[in-house]
């Protein structure tokens, strides 16, 4: 069986001054954390759904990754600094501590705010969400556990989501 362990987020928040949107998960998966990235997953479908939203190549580098994200606008971190997790599984998710959202808040031009599914924006609700006042809109999850949504149907919604917002 598997068991706690103590998680400390290591990636740094991708943003610039001249980013519009901020994109929320919760924490890395296990193969982000092994990556070093954002949605590393092979079976996540981030990269695909923004490459389709933007008509651009799917980003395979760190640096194609950081590249799309910057030239469009879009800045991503997660709602958790550190917490206890078993693997991945965001429902194991317990003793969060939050990340300082209102620091990039601050140093950017973001309009809207977009949870990577249910879990982040609960995380958001509960923790961030009273410092900054700033709401959050959930989008489905781009996660391989969320497989009854199909990447036509993330793509669209997606789209109306942050489309309209860059």
Known sequence: MAEYQHIHHTFEPIYNDRSKILILGSLPSVKSREQGFYYGHPQNRF?????????????????????????????IWDVIESCDII????????????ADIGTVLEKTDISAVFANGKKAESLYQKYIFPKTKVPVMVL???????????????????????????
């Open 47 to 75: 990269w695909k759904v923004l490459a389709g939203i933007l008509d651009v190549e799917v980003p395979m580098t760190i640096e194609e990754k950081k590249s799309m994200l910057l030239a469009n606008h879009i800045a």
């Open 87 to 98: 693997g991945s599984s965001d429902s194991s998710i317990r003793n969060v501590v939050p």
């Open 140 to 166: 489905p999850s781009t996660s391989p556990a969320n497989a009854a949504c199909s990447l036509e149907k993330l793509t669209a919604v997606w789209g109306e989501g942050i489309g309209k917002r860059l």
